[in-house]
Every structure is written in structure tokens, then in C-alpha cells.
């Protein structure tokens, strides 16, 4: 996957745990735990919205491009 989610890096520096967002954005916790791993495919642009919104923070910070992941797919 080149696009990588850090999450519970952004959930840390709120103070703020999976269970509470799920709670405020009405999402699942295991919607949100997929999402937190890595392993979600796609997100809706208003769960993200939601997300960003309790969290007072922009997409960018929550998704990021890792060009370093498909340099080593490249090598391959």
C-alpha cells in the first residue's frame, strides 16, 4: 500500500482512544480499528471529514503517500 494511515499516532497526540472516536464520528471500532492498521482500502471523504473534525486536524495528517514502500515494490 502506498498511501499509510498514522492514526493512532494523531488518536495519541489527542488523548483520545479508537473507543472515544468511534463514539463522537458514529463509526465503528472495527471500522476504525481497519483503518488504524493500514488494512482499510478506501474511506469515505465524510468519515474523514468526521474524523478530522473531532481531531481538529487536516487529512494530511492522518494519511500520508509512503514513496519509500513502492521504491522497495519496485526493486522487487
Do not use: W, Y
Not at 482500502?41 to 471529514?49: N, P, Y
Request: proline share 1%; glycine share 6%; net charge negative.
Amino acid at each position: 500500500m502506498s498511501i499509510s494511515v498514522k492514526l493512532d499516532r494523531v488518536l495519541l497526540d489527542h488523548g483520545m482512544s479508537l473507543t472515544e472516536l468511534s463514539e463522537r464520528v458514529g463509526v465503528t471500532i472495527a471500522n476504525l480499528s481497519i483503518l488504524k492498521t493500514g488494512k482499510a482500502k478506501a474511506i469515505r471523504f465524510s468519515t474523514l471529514e468526521a474524523i478530522c473534525r473531532e481531531l481538529n486536524c487536516q487529512p494530511g495528517d492522518i494519511l500520508f503517500f509512503d514513496d519509500e514502500e513502492l521504491a522497495v515494490e519496485a526493486a522487487e
